[in-house]
């Protein structure tokens, strides 16, 4: 009886210890004063994904212009982003810095998946709330085992789910034929679709082809594609491979109902390139305004935009998603803060994180609302289909829910 | 074509010359370990997360200096050992859930191979020839990990949990760390001064100074070489070994080109051919890119520049060759003659 008297004692010892780091819950939380909330971040602003350094930029710059206009219940928000070039290890170092040493409040809108997945367990060992992560992989949204983390755009599942909806209604006879990056991305896309498909997959799927990242074309793939009959093309390609699949499949003559992925979606990047023409007709989900898309100009979100760029932000470019993405994300967490009211503690800033509810923003599409919740770590869950006329993506068509069967 | 530039040459003829009494020198040594002994102690969690990195860049770069600054091969691509070396800990912990002290011998030791094999096609190649092919590494390794995904994880990498602090030690996960890390360094370091003052470092720097004097001398220049290849990929895979389990997560991302450049621009600050310039190395790799950003949040590598011209003019030996030169001076000054 010896080991169950030790074990009963360990046990004790442990939930004693558990209530001891439980009880200063009302104590002073790290960086928040009554004039001030810290907040950290960390983002590629040098290095081979420097591309995405715009999006720390433009949360700082909104970050100021809620500062000039008063700050959150008095307290201005002191905005502490560190550069991590996307390597791993530097952000391991640099949210370290942030959490021990500059002893922020919280951390919001870290970039980048291998980057995020070096410091997820760090952040909920911590118990440190890491907000609105600023990646499409699905781990983010596992409120049972990462209480502390919560992602905000749709997840590369939820965008598969999303066309399986659409293929599901609109085509009758939907043969499909899917060529996939054979990775974690790729494969979250080709798992979202399937689910969305249900039972119907194995009928509807007539043919699944990968390729490597590291593979100099992709031809072969699009010519089997089209042997195999297919009439739904889904394409989750990143933007060279996705050049390369519209320009094939267009040479050899194939006319598929062409679903691109949202990541492949820039008009300058890939259908360019591409050919206007050939991407005519290709059908993307997407959730924010295009800043280059006409029907936004005599839109107030997308004036308001604009006015604050030129003020807050003159060096960023008002033609770069990005600039509306951090934008957008900034008056996400905002919300979250006001809706916290005086209790700026760490639980109950993630708990507001996780209470959001029917959250519209300028610069979403209209009718794409926020919503999360205790068992719903996934803020965007909601997209909306567009075609490209030639020129530019024409929305089209209800909004879909990757929440909802 | 060698590294050594008549410059190091001289420096290190005028080191010995007014060399440091053993001693003092002994009298240092001691003292640097008993201050890394009791830093862990002394600062934040945070901070000695830090040292423990720079413990982790110092025996890379000790690994690095070995072949470079010793026996004047110049290698772009360690980046690629020290991600073998990440990889091996992360995979056996992860897949075979081997105890992570065995991982790191087998990280040094696979990475002592894959060298050893590297550097007998690499003989081949001299000097800049030598630089590209390992450059080729450095790029090929990234995309390679990412191809065999069920090993490494693909580009998502690997998750792993830091190592429990063993026998109830009073110490942090951080301490604990820290301790493993200088543990490994003052054996690879003992190790390397061993290998580097006798004959088989002579050898070295001989085939470094002047190849063919040295093969008429009989030394068998191609084993040299391609073993000193092997030896200094150990060390930088004992070190990746060690980064993995301190950052506790591997993914290609962490092993780009940029991490084989830092390598050799650390040897090159730290002190070529120069031992404990592998240390001061390390602390301007772990340190000066942050101190760079704090001055400029808009522009931290042009600053990072401006430190590395200063610093290749103010110290054109490096940091080692600099405090040699201080010391020298000073011996002047005081007027204690050399002993030797």
């Not at chain 1, 899917?178 to 991305?185: E, T």
């Not at chain 1, 800043?291 to 060096?315: C, H, I, L």
């Not at chain 2, 945070?46 to 040292?51: G, L």
């Not at chain 2, 092993?255 to 450049?261: A, G």
């Amino acid at each position: 009886m010896h080991w169950t008297s030790r074990a009963l004692a360990l046990l004790l010892t442990l939930a004693l210890g558990l209530g001891l780091a439980a009880s200063p819950a009302g104590a002073q939380t790290p960086g928040v004063t009554a004039t001030e909330i810290k907040i950290g971040n960390t983002n590629p602003y040098s290095g081979p994904a420097s591309a995405y350094g715009t999006i720390g930029k433009v949360i700082a710059a909104y970050f100021k212009k809620v500062n000039d206009e008063g700050g959150i219940n008095g307290r201005k928000i002191n905005f502490i982003s560190y550069d991590d070039s996307y390597s791993p290890p530097k952000t391991v170092e640099m949210v370290r810095r942030l959490v021990e040493q500059d002893q922020v409040a919280f951390v919001f809108q870290t970039l980048g998946t291998p980057t995020n997945s070096a410091i997820h367990k760090y952040m909920n060992q911590q118990k440190v709330p890491h907000l609105f992560v600023a990646t499409g992989a699905t781990k983010w949204g596992d409120p049972k085992n990462f209480p502390w983390t919560i992602g905000w755009q749709p997840t590369y599942q939820a965008e598969g789910k999303i066309y399986a909806q659409y293929v599901l209604k609109n085509v009758p006879n939907a043969k499909v034929g899917i060529l996939y990056q054979n990775d974690d991305y790729g494969k979250d896309y080709l798992k979202g679709f399937k689910d969305g498909l249900g039972d119907a997959a194995k009928k509807i799927v007539v043919l699944e082809q990968s390729y490597e990242v590291t593979d100099p074309t992709i031809d072969s793939q699009i010519v089997n594609l089209k042997n195999s009959g297919a009439n739904v093309f889904f394409n989750i390609t990143i933007p060279k491979f996705a050049v390369q699949a519209i320009k094939k499949s267009h040479d050899i003559g194939w006319r598929p109902l062409h679903l691109l992925n949202n990541v492949s979606s820039s008009v300058a990047v890939v259908l360019k390139p591409a050919g206007l023409e050939a991407s005519k007709d290709i059908i993307t989900a997407r959730y924010l305004k295009d800043p280059t898309d006409p029907q936004w100009k005599n839109d107030p979100g997308y004036k308001d935009w604009v006015a604050f760029m030129q003020k807050y932000y003159p060096d960023g470019s008002l033609l770069d998603d990005f600039n509306v993405y951090g934008y957008s994300v900034a008056q996400s967490m905002v919300h979250v803060l006001r809706q916290c009211g005086n209790d700026l503690s760490r639980a109950n800033i993630m708990k507001q994180a996780a209470s959001i509810k029917d959250l519209a923003l300028p610069m979403l599409l209209p009718g794409i609302k926020i919503n999360t919740g205790p068992d719903d770590y996934y803020p965007i869950e909601q997209e909306q289909l567009a075609r490209f006329d030639g020129e530019r993506w024409v929305n089209f068509g209800e909004v879909y829910d990757a929440s909802k069967k | 074509m060698t590294v050594a530039t008549p410059e190091v040459a001289v420096a290190r003829r005028a080191a010995l010359v007014a060399a440091v009494p053993r001693p003092w020198r002994l009298a240092g040594v001691l003292l640097a370990v008993a201050a890394g002994c009791v830093l862990p102690f002394a600062v934040s969690g945070f901070r000695v997360f830090q040292f423990t990195q720079v413990g982790i860049y110092a025996i890379a770069l000790l690994g690095l200096n070995i072949l470079t600054g010793y026996n004047g091969q110049i290698s772009l691509g360690h980046g690629a050992f020290y991600a073998v070396g990440a990889y091996t800990t992360a995979i056996m912990i992860d897949r075979w859930n081997v105890p992570y002290g065995w991982t790191i011998p087998v990280a040094g030791i696979l990475c002592f191979v894959v060298g050893f094999l590297f550097g007998i096609p690499a003989l081949r190649l001299e000097g800049l020839y030598l630089a590209l092919a390992t450059f080729a590494l450095a790029l090929a390794v990234p995309q390679i990990l990412k191809y065999f995904e069920h090993w490494t994880g693909g580009s998502q990498g690997i998750v792993l949990s830091k190592p429990e602090v063993p026998f109830g030690l009073p110490l942090s996960q951080d301490q604990y760390l820290y301790f493993v890390t200088l543990a490994s360094l003052l054996v690879l370091f003992v190790l390397a001064w061993n290998l580097l003052r006798g004959r088989t470092g002579r050898a070295l720097v001989a085939i470094r100074d002047h190849p063919i004097a040295a093969e008429a001398m009989g030394i068998n220049s191609s084993l040299y070489k391609s073993l000193t290849f092997g030896v200094s990929a150990g060390y930088t895979g004992v070190a990746g070994a060690l980064s993995g389990l301190a950052i506790a997560f591997v993914a290609p991302d962490a092993f780009n080109v940029f991490l084989s450049i830092t390598f050799l621009v650390g040897i090159v600050i730290g002190g070529l051919a120069s031992i404990s310039g592998a240390i001061y190395g390390a602390l301007f790799t772990q340190f000066v890119p942050n101190w760079a950003q704090d001055i400029s949040k808009a522009a931290p590598w042009a600053i990072y520049g401006v430190f590395l011209i200063v610093f290749m003019y103010v110290m054109p030996h490096g940091i080692a060759g600099a405090l040699r030169l201080l010391w020298r001076r000073a011996v002047r000054l005081t007027g204690t003659g050399p002993r030797s």
